[in-house]
């Protein structure tokens, strides 16, 4: 089936460690983004790709870190820098129908 | 910064009923809204979309109208079901290279729906 894969789902981290979370998709799409989500808050851009070696800061960029080496894969690093990880993140890729979103991955640090 | 809110954040009613959420938003050259419905624990899920060239777009169960004149958008979910209790976002696309960026969307704070058998 085609869609968007986020894992892990759950991920703990202790400080001071840089983690890795995957997204892959398999819809052909050019655009990846992902975003953060707080308890009782909307989601926030972190970083987008709009096409394969190209990404740019979204509106929470610092702590963070991307590539996009792939066209169905946009990893996400949350480095030691970022002050304040323990979100929901949530990866998307897009068409002209707005952005379709995976099932995110709930990162805790420990 | 420009936002989109929210003007109610929790909303309960009962079976059968009609339920309406409601957002504003701020940046009035935004073209392109979206209603997104997340349940606890998933990603948000696409219900409907608009243009800022229409007024009001239907779907099955769902109406979506925008008002340019007050910035002002609204979800209308008919004949209200159990399983549509989740938290209801309204999102609006931002520009890339002059162009709609379908996702770089800006977030409202959400509306909890709870449906009551």
């Known amino acids: 089936d085609g869609g968007i894969t986020q894992s892990p789902k759950y991920l703990f981290r202790k400080e001071g460690q840089n983690v890795t979370l995957s997204c892959e998709q398999n819809?052909?799409?050019?655009?990846m983004y992902w975003y953060r989500q707080d308890p009782g808050q909307g989601l926030r851009l972190i970083y987008y790709s709009q096409i394969v070696n190209d990404f740019q800061k979204g509106d929470i960029a610092e702590g963070y870190s991307v590539s996009r080496e792939k066209k169905e894969s946009f990893p996400l690093t949350v480095t030691s820098a970022q002050k304040n990880p323990t979100a929901f993140y949530l990866c998307?890729?897009?068409?002209?129908?707005?952005?379709?979103f995976g099932q995110g991955t709930r990162l805790t640090v420990v | 910064g420009e936002s989109v809110g929210l003007h109610l954040p929790t909303l309960s009613v009962q079976e059968g009923d009609n339920s309406i959420i409601n957002c504003a938003y701020s940046?009035?050259?935004?073209?392109?809204f979206i209603w997104y419905k997340q349940e606890s624990g998933k990603g948000p899920q696409f219900i409907i979309d608009?243009?800022?060239?229409?007024d009001k777009r239907q779907g099955q169960r769902v109406t979506v109208l925008l008002n340019k004149t007050v910035k002002h958008l609204s979800l209308q979910i008919a004949a209200t079901q159990p399983g549509d209790s989740a938290v209801y976002f309204c999102a609006e696309a931002g520009t890339f290279a002059g162009g709609t960026s379908y996702g770089k969307l800006t977030f409202g704070q959400g509306t909890i729906l709870t449906v009551h058998p």
């Open positions: 819809l052909n799409h050019d655009a």
């Open positions: 998307a890729s897009t068409t002209m129908k707005g952005a379709f």
């Open positions: 940046n009035s050259a935004s073209d392109y």
């Open positions: 608009i243009r800022s060239n229409m």
